[in-house]
C-alpha cells in the first residue's frame, strides 16, 4: 500500500504580515499530483494556522478536499494543536461518503478507517493532539500526568488487532526530535511523548514539527511542513513522505519534495553591495541583513527595486551587536517561563531549586497551560 503522508499545512499562515495563502495553494495542487500516485493521503493535523482560521483557508482546504475526492483520492486527517478539533470534526459523516476521513473530538475513543492491499487490511488510527488534561477527563483516570502517560492511556484504548497491520495518525512531539523556530513550544518543554509507546504500529505518521525526520528505526516519521515558515528554515528542502507499506515488516518511505512559488532567502551585505544596479531581480520572500554601521535612509523601499518580495530588513554593526549583547546578558526573551522562575528563585533565596520543586513548579506550570489552550 502506498500511502502520501502530510502535515502542517498551516492554511491561513502569515509571515510578517504577508498572506502565505498562494504559496499555500501551490503545494496543494503539487499535493493532488502526489496523490494520485497513493492509495491514501494522510494529513497529520495543524491544518489550518489558528483555532479560527480566515476565510481563505477554509475555502482553500474546501477546494483540496473536493478536488481529492472528485480523483478519487482518499484522505485522512487529524486535528492538531492549531486546529479547533470541533470545527475540523463538523461534517465528518457527511465526508465519509466523498472518502474523507476526520478524527473526531477525542472521547476516550479513537476513530479507526481500514483499508486494504494484497496482503490483507491495514487499520488506520486516528489520534487528534492530545494534552493530559483531554486524557485524564476522557477516562477518569486522574493519575495521568505527563504526555508519554497520556498518548499511553490513549493508545491502550485503541482497537488494535496485531494480525493486521497498523498505522497511527498523531500529532505529538516525540523525545529526541528536532524543533524548528517556526514552532509553538509548550511551557517548559513538557510536551514530550516518549517514542516507545508507538510499539505496537507499523508506521507513525506524525505532525507538529515542520523539519522532517524519522525515529524508532524509520518506522516513526515527521514529514514536516510543506513550507518554509521562518528564516531560519530557509534553503531547507520541505515535502511529503511517500510510504510504501508491504506485507508485515516490510517499510520503505521516500521523499517527495514540494517546489515552492517562493522561497525563503536571508542575504547580508552593505547597502552598496546588496543595491547594485546590475544584479537580477531576487523574488524569493527575503529577509535582508545590513552591515552598514548607519542606518540607510529609506533602505526598504529602496531595496524593494531588487528584492520585491522583501519581508524583513536587519542591521547587523556596532551598534545592533552591544544591544544584542546587552539584550543576551538578561536573556529574559529567551527563556522558558521555568527557567525565569528558577532565576526569581534563586535571587530571592540565595539557592537553586531542587529537583522536587522544579518538578512541582513545572508541574503546576503545565496544567495551568493546559487549562488555557
Not at 500516485?37 to 480566515?54: F, H, K
Not at 518506522?219 to 510510504?243: D, I, T
Not at 517546489?259 to 544596479?277: E, I, K, T, Y
Request: with cysteine; aromatic share 6%; glycine share 8%.
Amino acid at each position: 500500500m502506498n500511502i502520501l503522508h502530510l502535515s502542517d499545512l498551516h492554511l491561513g499562515k502569515r509571515i510578517y504580515e504577508c498572506s502565505m495563502i498562494d504559496e499555500q495553494r501551490a503545494v496543494l495542487a503539487q499535493a493532488l499530483d502526489m496523490a494520485r500516485e497513493a492509495d491514501v493521503t494522510l494529513i497529520a493535523g495543524d491544518l489550518y494556522d489558528r483555532p479560527v482560521p480566515p476565510a481563505e483557508a477554509v475555502a482553500l482546504l474546501d477546494d483540496f478536499l473536493t478536488r481529492m475526492s472528485a480523483q478519487g483520492s482518499p484522505v485522512v486527517m487529524i486535528a492538531g494543536n492549531h486546529d479547533s478539533a470541533e470545527r475540523i470534526a463538523f461534517g465528518s459523516r457527511l465526508m465519509d461518503g466523498r472518502g474523507v476521513y476526520v478524527s473526531p473530538v477525542y472521547d476516550g475513543q479513537v476513530r479507526r478507517v481500514t483499508f486494504a492491499d494484497a496482503y490483507g487490511p491495514v487499520h488506520i488510527h486516528l489520534l487528534p493532539f492530545v494534552k493530559p488534561a483531554h486524557v485524564r477527563a476522557a477516562l477518569g483516570r486522574e493519575d495521568i500526568e505527563g504526555y508519554t502517560q497520556a498518548v499511553a492511556a490513549a493508545i491502550a484504548q485503541m482497537d488494535i488487532d496485531p494480525k493486521a497491520r497498523n498505522v497511527l495518525l498523531a500529532h505529538q512531539y516525540v523525545t529526541g526530535a528536532g524543533r524548528s523556530e517556526s514552532e509553538e513550544v509548550s511551557v517548559g518543554g513538557l510536551d514530550n511523548v516518549d517514542a516507545e509507546v508507538f510499539a505496537a504500529f507499523d508506521y507513525v505518521a506524525l505532525g507538529h514539527l515542520h523539519a522532517a525526520q524519522s525515529l524508532e528505526g524509520g518506522r516513526v516519521h515527521y514529514c514536516g511542513a510543506p513550507l518554509a515558515y521562518a528564516f531560519s528554515e530557509a534553503g531547507r528542502e520541505k515535502g511529503a513522505l511517500m510510504v510504501h507499506l508491504g506485507q508485515t515488516g516490510e517499510l520503505s518511505v521516500e521523499s517527495c519534495p514540494f517546489a515552492p512559488l517562493h522561497p525563503l532567502a536571508c542575504v547580508r551585505g552593505s547597502f552598496a553591495q546588496l543595491c547594485d544596479p546590475a544584479a537580477p531581480v531576487c523574488e524569493s520572500y527575503v529577509q535582508v541583513t545590513l552591515t552598514d554601521e548607519d542606518d540607510v535612509p529609506d533602505a526598504a523601499a529602496r531595496l524593494r527595486a531588487i528584492y520585491p518580495n522583501l519581508l524583513q530588513l536587519l542591521y547587523d554593526n556596532t551598534r545592533t551587536r552591544a544591544q544584542q549583547a546587552d539584550f543576551e546578558h538578561g536573556a529574559a526573551a529567551e527563556r522558558s517561563p521555568l527557567a525565569l522562575f528558577e532565576q526569581l528563585y534563586a535571587q530571592q533565596n540565595g539557592q537553586e531549586m531542587d529537583a522536587a520543586q522544579r518538578a512541582l513548579l513545572a508541574g503546576m506550570m503545565e496544567r495551568i497551560w493546559e487549562d488555557e489552550a
